[in-house]
C-alpha cells in the first residue's frame, strides 16, 4: 500500500503552493475534477491585490509569469490567465497528482489513515500521516462541509455593449462588478447553500432574462463551472491529523499559493484561524 | 448478489449484501452526450430515472467539454427540442455558440432532464454494480457529495464514455489499434470570447489511456499547460478551460453485435437499426503508417479521409454480451477501432442515446431483459422523433471502366482507386492495361487501385512512383495523403524482394516521421516475407531509426485557434522496430529506453521486448 505523509484533498491554489513547496513524493494531491484551482478561476470568485507582497519564489514566480503575458492589470487582471501556467508548473508533479479521483472511505489506522480512493483504474487504497481536506464542500467529512458554508453564489461572465453604461443599472437578484476589461462585467447570484446546479442556473438565468430593457443588448458570455462559497470558519480539525481549511479566504490566487508554500516552509501545515 | 468493481483495470467481483437506500428501473452513468438524452427518454417513458453525473451539468463534450458545434451527423431525434429551447433561453441573452450556445444548452438539458423526473445526482460517480448469479444487475454504487450510496435498479445504462461500468461489471472490451494499442488522440479544448460571439480553441493534445488514472491524470495536466501563449504574448481572456478531457475514443464494449470497420467497407448493412450516424472515419491518428491495413487502404493508398458515408446502427450495438439489462451507450458501443472514429459525433451519440433510454424503460416497465423488447414496441417512436432519417450519401457513382479511367486521370482519384481497387475482377484488366498509359495520373492511381487490391502488376508503377520522389497529392475531399506514401504502404504489402533496394534508398533520404515510419513498416513487413534479407533491412533501420533520431508527430488541430502540438514518435518507433528485430534474431539496440520516462504503451512494448 502506497503510503504519503500527506494527502491533500482538492486542487486548490493553496493545495499547489503546499504541493510545489513539498518534497518529492511526500505529498499527494487529489482531485475529484478535472480542474486545478477551481475555486478561484472556475468560480470567477472576485480577484484583487495583485501587487500584493508575496512570500515565495514559487508565487513570485507565478506573478513574473502572468506579467511576461500582459495579464496583470491591477483589479482588471486576467485572473484565468495565471490557470494555463500553474498547469505548466506542475508538469514534473504529475506523480504527485491524481485528478479525477473520488474518496469513498476514510479509516482511522496507527499512525494515520487509510484513504479508499477510485479513479479510473478502479479502486486505490493509500495511506498517509496526515489529511488536508481543501475542499469547498468538505469532501473527507461532508456533514462538516455543508453546515461550514454559510453563503453561495454562481456567477456569470457578461458582455457588455459598448455604448452601455453597466454599472449605472441595477439587476434584481445580482450583484454586478466590473471584469478584465471594459467589455465584461460579471454578474453574480446569491443561491441558498442548500440550492443545487438545476437551481442555480436557473436563478441566474431568470434574474438575467428580467434585466432592465437597458441592458437588453448585453450578453452573457459564460456561466462559473463552480460555485463561491462563502464558509463560516477558516479551518477545522476533523480529527487528530485531520484537517480543513478553508482555502479560498485570500484575496487572489497567487496570495493562496504563496500560503500552501508557506505553510510546508513553517512546518505549521495549514495555516488558518480555526473555526 | 456480488458487488463488481475494478481494481487496477481488472473487473473484481466479491459477494455483497446490502441495503439500497432508493430503487429505480433505470440508473444512467454519465449524462453527456447519449447519457443526457438515455436518461431524459427513459424517463419520458415512464421509467424511474437516476442520473449520475461526474460534472455538474449535463451534456459532457457539448458543454462543459467546449464542443459546442455539431460535426456532420443529420437532423432529427429528441435532442432537437433540447437544442430549440436552448435557442430560446439563448437568443438575446447569451453570446451565439457555433451550432448551439453551451450555457443554454446546459440549462436546456437541466429544464427538461427535471421536468421528465430524472433525479439528477450531479458531481457523482459510479464506482461499482452489483449484480446477481445471472449478470443481471441489481443496483449500484457511488460516491456522492452526501457521501456512499447502494441504489437499486433493473437497468443500467453507461454512457460514462469510457465504458466504465460495464468494465467494473466484467464486460468484454477492446481498446485502441492492434499494433499498439492506442487509441486516438485527445483533445484539449479552450472557451474564449471572440466579440459578440464564443469561440473555441479546440486541438489534438496528445495521447492517453482513458482506462488508467494516472495516465489520464498526466494527460489532463499537460494538456492544460498547452493553453499558456510564449511570454511576451498576450493571453486571450479566458472563459475556460474544458472541464472534461476530449477523449475520443476508450473502451470499446463487446456488445451482442460489432459493427467493424472491414464489414462496413465489404458493404454489409445492419438491419433494423435504430439511428444513423452521419461522418467520415473521423480519425485524428496522424501516425497512419501504425495502423491496420483497411485503414491504410482507405485513408493512404485511396486518401479517402474526407469522405463521409451513412451509418445504420442496431440496438444490438449497445446490449452488452454476457449481462442482462446493461447497454453501453455513447462512444463505448461495440464497434472497432476504426468504426470508433465515425461513430461518436453529438448528433448520432444523442440518438443512439435515445434509443437505449426508451428501450431501457420498457424493460424496465416489463420487469424483462432488454433483448426481450420487440422492435414494433418502439421503433415507431423512433421513427416520430426522426432517429431513423437517412443521411444522403454523396459519393462519386463510377458505372463503368470510362467513368473510372476519367477519375483515375483526374486530380482527385480517390473513390476511383477505391472503387477500382473493390471491384478488381471487373477493372482488373483495364487498371493493368492504364499502368502504360502516357497520362500520369492514369498510370500511378491505377498502380495504386491494383496495389491495393493486393495485384502484384502494380509493381513496377508502384516502384517509378517512390524511385522519383513523386510529389502529387490528391485533391478528393479533406486532409489528403501524398501519393508517393500510399506507393510506399502498398510496397510493404505486397511483399515482393524487388521493392527493399527501393525502400532502403527511400529511407535513407527520407526526413521527418511521415516518411521514415511509412518505410520503416514497409521494410519490416519485407524482412518478415523475405529472410534473407533480413540483415540488410536491420542494419539500415538501425542507422536511420537510432537513439539520436528525432521524429515528431504533428497532431491535428481542429479549429482555427488551435494550438500545434507535436508527439514524439521517435521512442515509440524504434520498440516497434526491436519488436520485429528480436522476431528475426537481429540486433537493435533500445538499451538507453530502459531509463526513460515512457508513455504507457511504449513501457507495454518495452516489457514485451525485453
Known amino acids: ?275 | 448478489m456480488y458487488l463488481a468493481e475494478l481494481r487496477d483495470r481488472k473487473s473484481v467481483k466479491n459477494k455483497a449484501e446490502v441495503a439500497f437506500d432508493a430503487e429505480y428501473d433505470v440508473v444512467v452513468a454519465g449524462l453527456g452526450t447519449a447519457g443526457a438524452l438515455a436518461a431524459l427518454s427513459a424517463a419520458e417513458n415512464g421509467a424511474s430515472v437516476l442520473g449520475v453525473e461526474k460534472l455538474n451539468l449535463c451534456g459532457g463534450s457539448a458543454t462543459a467539454g467546449g464542443v459546442f458545434g455539431y460535426y456532420y451527423g443529420v437532423a432529427g431525434g429528441r435532442f432537437e427540442k433540447v437544442d430549440e429551447r436552448s435557442a430560446e433561453i439563448q437568443k438575446g441573452n447569451f453570446i451565439n455558440g457555433w451550432t448551439f450556445n453551451p450555457e443554454t444548452k446546459a440549462i436546456a438539458l437541466d429544464e427538461q432532464l427535471s421536468g421528465a423526473g430524472v433525479e439528477l445526482c450531479y458531481c457523482a460517480t459510479v464506482i461499482g454494480v452489483y449484480l446477481d448469479d445471472n449478470n443481471a444487475p441489481r443496483g449500484v454504487r457511488l460516491v456522492t457529495p452526501e457521501g456512499l450510496r447502494n441504489v437499486g435498479c433493473k437497468v443500467i445504462l453507461d454512457a460514462s464514455g469510457e465504458g466504465e461500468v460495464c468494465a467494473m461489471a466484467g464486460a468484454g472490451y477492446v481498446e485502441g489499434r492492434g499494433l499498439d494499442g492506442q487509441s486516438q488522440p485527445f483533445s484539449s479544448v479552450r472557451v474564449f470570447a471572440d466579440g459578440d460571439k464564443m469561440n473555441m480553441a479546440n486541438f489534438d493534445a496528445g495521447y492517453a489511456i482513458s482506462s488508467d488514472g494516472a495516465d489520464m491524470s498526466r494527460a489532463v495536466i499537460n494538456s492544460a499547460s498547452l493553453h499558456l501563449v510564449p511570454e511576451g504574448e498576450t493571453m486571450t481572456e479566458l472563459l475556460w478551460i474544458a472541464t472534461i478531457p476530449g477523449i475520443r475514443e476508450g473502451r470499446l464494449i463487446e456488445c451482442e453485435k460489432t459493427l467493424t470497420f472491414k464489414n462496413y467497407l465489404d458493404g454489409e448493412r445492419p438491419e433494423n437499426p435504430v439511428a444513423y450516424c452521419f461522418s467520415n472515419f473521423d480519425s485524428h491518428s496522424q501516425d497512419w503508417a501504425f495502423e491496420e491495413d483497411l485503414a491504410q487502404d482507405w485513408m493512404m493508398a485511396a486518401s479517402l479521409w474526407g469522405t463521409n458515408v451513412s451509418f445504420p446502427v442496431p440496438l444490438e450495438c449497445m446490449i452488452v454480451k454476457g449481462f442482462s439489462n446493461i447497454m453501453a451507450v455513447g462512444r463505448c458501443l461495440s464497434v472497432d477501432h476504426m468504426m470508433a472514429c465515425a461513430l461518436r459525433m453529438q448528433r448520432g451519440m444523442q440518438k443512439l442515446g435515445q434509443a437505449a433510454g426508451t428501450v431501457a424503460a420498457i424493460a424496465a416497465s416489463r420487469g424483462v431483459d432488454i433483448r426481450e423488447v420487440k422492435r414494433e414496441e418502439y421503433i415507431a417512436q423512433l421513427e416520430a422523433a426522426g432517429c431513423l432519417t437517412i443521411p444522403e450519401e454523396e459519393r462519386a457513382v463510377l458505372e463503368n471502366a470510362e467513368d473510372l479511367k476519367d477519375a483515375l486521370a483526374s486530380a482527385a482519384p480517390g473513390e476511383a482507386i477505391w472503387h477500382g481497387s473493390r471491384n478488381i475482377d471487373k477493372y482488373g484488366n483495364d487498371l493493368i492495361a492504364w499502368l502504360a498509359d502516357d497520362n500520369a495520373n492514369l498510370s500511378r492511381n491505377s498502380a495504386l487501385a491494383l496495389g491495393t487490391a493486393g495485384r502484384k502488376e502494380a509493381l513496377p508503377v508502384l516502384l517509378e512512383i517512390v524511385k522519383s520522389r513523386d510529389a502529387f497529392i490528391p485533391a478528393n475531399l479533406r486532409r489528403n495523403q501524398p501519393r508517393i506514401l500510399g506507393a510506399v504502404y502498398l510496397l510493404g504489402k505486397l511483399g515482393e524482394a524487388d521493392s527493399i533496394s527501393v525502400l532502403l534508398d527511400y529511407i535513407k533520404s527520407a526526413s521527418g516521421v511521415q516518411e521514415v515510419s511509412h518505410a520503416m513498416m514497409s521494410l519490416l513487413r519485407l524482412g518478415r516475407k523475405n529472410e534473407t534479407r533480413r540483415e540488410e533491412i536491420a542494419q539500415v533501420l538501425s542507422a536511420v531509426v537510432n537513439a539520436s533520431a528525432e521524429y515528431n508527430l504533428l497532431l491535428k488541430s481542429s479549429s482555427k485557434s488551435g494550438e500545434e502540438v507535436s508527439e514524439p514518435m521517435a521512442d515509440l518507433m524504434r520498440l516497434i522496430i526491436a519488436r520485429e528485430l528480436k522476431a528475426w534474431g537481429c540486433e537493435y539496440d533500445i538499451s538507453d529506453l530502459r531509463a526513460k520516462r515512457l508513455s504507457w504503451r511504449e513501457r507495454r512494448m518495452l516489457e514485451e521486448v525485453a
Open chain 1, 1 to 275: 500500500m502506497r503510503h504519503y505523509r500527506q494527502v491533500i484533498f482538492g486542487g486548490s491554489c493553496w493545495a499547489i503552493g503546499s504541493l510545489l513547496a513539498a518534497g518529492e513524493g511526500e505529498v499527494l494531491l487529489v482531485e475529484r475534477s478535472a480542474s486545478l484551482g477551481g475555486e478561484y478561476f472556475d468560480s470567477y470568485r472576485r480577484s484583487e491585490g495583485w501587487d500584493a507582497p508575496l512570500d515565495s519564489a514559487i508565487a513570485a514566480n507565478f506573478r513574473k509569469e502572468m506579467g511576461l503575458r500582459n495579464m496583470l492589470r491591477g483589479d482588471a487582471t486576467d485572473f484565468y490567465g495565471l490557470l494555463p501556467a500553474i498547469y505548466n508548473r506542475l508538469g514534473a508533479n504529475t506523480d504527485n497528482i491524481m485528478m479525477m479521483s473520488e474518496l469513498a472511505g476514510v479509516t482511522k489506522i496507527t499512525g494515520g489513515y487509510e484513504l479508499e480512493l477510485y479513479n479510473h483504474s478502479g479502486r486505490n487504497v493509500i495511506c498517509c500521516d496526515e489529511i488536508i481536506d481543501s475542499t469547498p464542500t468538505a469532501v473527507t467529512r461532508p456533514d462538516f462541509g455543508k453546515d461550514s458554508i454559510k453563503g453561495k453564489r454562481l456567477n456569470g461572465s457578461v458582455l457588455v455593449s459598448e455604448g452601455v453604461d453597466f454599472f449605472s443599472h441595477k439587476i434584481s437578484g445580482l450583484d454586478l462588478r466590473p471584469g478584465r476589461s471594459g467589455q465584461e462585467a460579471f454578474i453574480s447570484a446569491a443561491v441558498a447553500p442548500e440550492s443545487g446546479w438545476v437551481e442555480a442556473r436557473k436563478q441566474l438565468a431568470d434574474a438575467w432574462l428580467a434585466r432592465p430593457a437597458e441592458l437588453r443588448d448585453c450578453l452573457v458570455r459564460a456561466i462559473a463551472k463552480e460555485f463561491e462559497y462563502a464558509h463560516k470558519c477558516e479551518h477545522y480539525e476533523i480529527d487528530e491529523n485531520w484537517t480543513w481549511i478553508n482555502a479560498s479566504i485570500y484575496s487572489n490566487p497567487l496570495l493562496a499559493i504563496d500560503a500552501g508554500v508557506g505553510a510546508v516552509k513553517s512546518g505549521r501545515g495549514a495555516e488558518h484561524v480555526s473555526c
